[in-house]
């Protein structure tokens, strides 16, 4: 079965969110058993223990981590004071490079190779020729080396650098030294409305355009900071203060006691409490309270589930014992956009995945058409990773079975995705397939699929 994706790469905006996608089930069964796995990115889930706290989720097995892992800044209680960061530009000695290098796969002699071709099974309506392969670090459980979207690619390479690639020929456009210090992988997210490559290591964060048109920016981050993008842009969080990345500089902003900042959306924060409401802040401004409406008289919240992408995903009690309904809402207004209802056993954890090109989302189960503005419930379908009308997943009951389906079709079911093949980490121009191969013996290598005959 082929599966339709689109024709061509969106424009970068406000709603696109960018990011990569590690799980251990991103690589092939013969891989390394060293994971990479989405912090968020994490940042994509909001833990909650119980009905009363928030919690960052725990351990869990190597091929479902990533459908569970909290928010970065979860069980933070934020409160109000200035975080003053110093901005430097191509700052940590990063030996930064514009390069005009072609992919990996190319040869210096005048004949024309094959096109590569992927040593394990691929996903079904994809070939195993790819269009461009490029080598990366081995990925760890949380620092990705590789992230991607339709219209951008970003790996770290195993000699230390981070490379932004073309993502249609693997081209390096770009390749800059990694700050000094641990990394946390690397991540794509919108800085002051450019989609950029970014990388936290030590206490710096360095990032740059993706399309590779200006050297890198490198700025002092707080001691314990951490970077969450369960927004379309990163957020900083350093003990009880949140900040965004503004003009080159790390802006604080004022909070509301007792609210744990979930998400920035350019420079504005999502903030809430578990049963609401939620705050919109910015720097420079108080925080407005947004007080949802209810989809119906006497409901109450269960949980506020997920924030980023001017979007807020609230899942209240009833309309009986084991049925909730889940709301997704405008962020700023409060209008809700989509109600459906659910089987509560489904949505007590849950992750929260956005679509790199903003066409389709999920909160677990709950699957959204965006652009029609339409949901329905998958049961047992835990999302990762999607793009154009696809979702990508694992099972809930079996983490080892990979799933593919349709957002736009209810009554398609998903489709395994075959024994041993892994999750894919983005589709770059929605025309390729991003599968990361690794052997005992080989450096990991990112294929770039393309689509099998029809």
Same mark, same amino acid.
């Given at each position: 079965?082929?599966?339709?994706?689109?024709?061509?790469?969106?424009?970068?905006?406000?709603?696109?969110?960018?990011?990569?996608?590690?799980?251990?089930?991103?690589?092939?069964? @013969?891989?390394?058993?060293?994971?990479?796995?989405?912090?968020?990115?994490?940042?994509?889930?909001?833990?909650?223990?119980?009905?009363?706290?928030?919690?960052?989720?725990?351990?869990?097995?190597? &091929?479902?981590?990533?459908?569970?892992?909290?928010?970065?800044?979860?069980?933070? &209680?934020?409160? !109000?004071?200035?975080?003053?960061?110093?901005?430097?530009?191509?700052?940590?000695?990063?030996?930064?490079?514009?390069?005009?290098?072609?992919?990996?796969?190319?040869?210096?002699?005048?004949?024309?190779?094959? /096109?590569?071709?992927?040593?394990?099974?691929?996903?079904?309506?994809?070939?195993?020729?790819?269009?461009?392969?490029?080598?990366?670090?081995?990925?760890?459980?949380?620092?990705?080396?590789?992230?991607?979207?339709?219209?951008?690619? !970003? *790996?770290?390479?195993?000699?230390?650098?981070?490379?932004?690639?073309?993502?249609?020929?693997?081209?390096?456009?770009?390749?800059?030294?990694?700050?000094?210090?641990?990394? @946390?992988?690397?991540?794509?997210?919108?800085?002051?409305?450019?989609?950029?490559?970014?990388?936290?290591?030590?206490?710096?964060?360095?990032?740059?355009?993706?399309?590779?048109?200006?050297?890198?920016?490198?700025?002092?981050?707080?001691?314990?900071?951490?970077?969450?993008?369960?927004?379309? !842009?990163?957020?900083?969080?350093?003990?009880?203060?949140?900040?965004?990345?503004?003009? !080159?500089?790390?802006?604080?902003?004022?909070?509301? /006691?007792?609210?744990?900042?979930?998400?920035?959306?350019?420079?504005?924060?999502?903030?809430?409490?578990?049963?609401?409401?939620? $705050?919109?802040?910015? /720097?420079?401004?108080?925080? *407005?309270?947004?007080?949802?409406?209810?989809?119906?008289?006497?409901?109450?919240?269960?949980?506020?589930?997920?924030?980023?992408?001017?979007?807020?995903?609230?899942? $209240?009690?009833?309309?009986?014992?084991?049925?909730?309904?889940?709301?997704?809402?405008?962020?700023?207004?409060?209008?809700? &956009?989509?109600?459906?209802?659910?089987?509560?056993?489904? *949505?007590?954890?849950?992750? $929260? *995945?956005?679509?790199?090109?903003? @066409?389709?989302?999920?909160?677990?189960?709950?699957?959204?058409?965006?652009?029609?503005?339409?949901?329905?419930?998958?049961?047992?379908?835990?999302?990762?990773?999607?793009?154009?009308?696809?979702?990508?997943?694992?099972?809930?009951?079996?983490?080892?079975?990979?799933?593919?389906?349709?957002?736009?079709?209810?009554?398609?079911?998903?489709?395994?995705?075959?024994?041993?093949? /892994?999750?894919?980490?983005?589709?770059?121009?929605?025309?390729?397939?991003?599968?990361?191969?690794?052997?005992?013996?080989?450096?990991?290598?990112?294929?770039?699929?393309?689509?099998?005959?029809?």
């Amino acid at each position: 079965m082929h599966w339709d994706t689109p024709s061509a790469p969106p424009t970068p905006s406000a709603d696109l969110e960018p990011d990569p996608f590690p799980a251990a089930a991103y690589t092939t069964p @013969r891989g390394a058993t060293e994971t990479a796995e989405h912090d968020d990115g994490g940042t994509r889930v909001i833990g909650f223990r119980g009905d009363q706290a928030w919690e960052e989720a725990g351990d869990r097995p190597a &091929l479902f981590r990533r459908l569970v892992i909290a928010g970065v800044v979860v069980g933070i &209680l934020v409160i !109000a004071f200035v975080v003053v960061a110093l901005v430097h530009r191509g700052g940590s000695g990063a030996d930064d490079e514009r390069s005009p290098e072609p992919s990996a796969n190319a040869t210096t002699s005048g004949a024309k190779p094959g /096109p590569p071709v992927l040593p394990a099974q691929a996903p079904p309506g994809w070939s195993k020729n790819a269009a461009w392969i490029a080598t990366v670090a081995v990925p760890t459980a949380k620092a990705p080396t590789v992230a991607a979207s339709t219209t951008a690619v !970003a *790996v770290i390479t195993t000699d230390g650098k981070v490379a932004l690639l073309d993502p249609a020929t693997g081209h390096v456009r770009r390749a800059f030294d990694l700050p000094a210090g641990e990394h @946390r992988g690397v991540r794509l997210a919108l800085v002051d409305r450019v989609e950029s490559v970014l990388v936290q290591a030590g206490n710096q964060l360095a990032y740059a355009p993706a399309d590779g048109s200006a050297a890198p920016t490198v700025l002092d981050l707080p001691d314990n900071a951490q970077v969450s993008y369960a927004g379309d !842009a990163p957020l900083v969080v350093a003990g009880a203060a949140a900040s965004v990345v503004e003009d !080159a500089k790390l802006v604080p902003v004022d909070l509301p /006691p007792n609210a744990t900042a979930m998400a920035a959306d350019g420079a504005t924060v999502i903030a809430a409490v578990p049963v609401g409401p939620w $705050w919109s802040a910015a /720097p420079g401004r108080e925080p *407005v309270a947004v007080t949802p409406v209810p989809p119906r008289a006497g409901a109450t919240i269960f949980r506020i589930a997920a924030a980023g992408h001017n979007r807020v995903a609230v899942i $209240w009690n009833g309309p009986d014992a084991a049925t909730v309904t889940v709301v997704l809402y405008d962020a700023t207004s409060g209008q809700s &956009l989509v109600t459906t209802d659910a089987p509560l056993d489904q *949505v007590r954890k849950t992750a $929260w *995945v956005w679509g790199t090109d903003g @066409r389709v989302a999920a909160l677990g189960p709950v699957v959204y058409d965006l652009q029609a503005n339409k949901a329905s419930v998958r049961p047992g379908f835990g999302p990762v990773v999607g793009w154009g009308k696809l979702l990508y997943g694992q099972s809930i009951s079996d983490p080892q079975t990979t799933l593919v389906l349709d957002a736009t079709d209810p009554a398609k079911p998903p489709t395994p995705l075959g024994a041993g093949v /892994p999750l894919p980490w983005g589709g770059p121009t929605g025309q390729l397939l991003l599968i990361l191969d690794s052997t005992p013996t080989t450096t990991p290598t990112l294929y770039a699929l393309t689509p099998a005959p029809r």
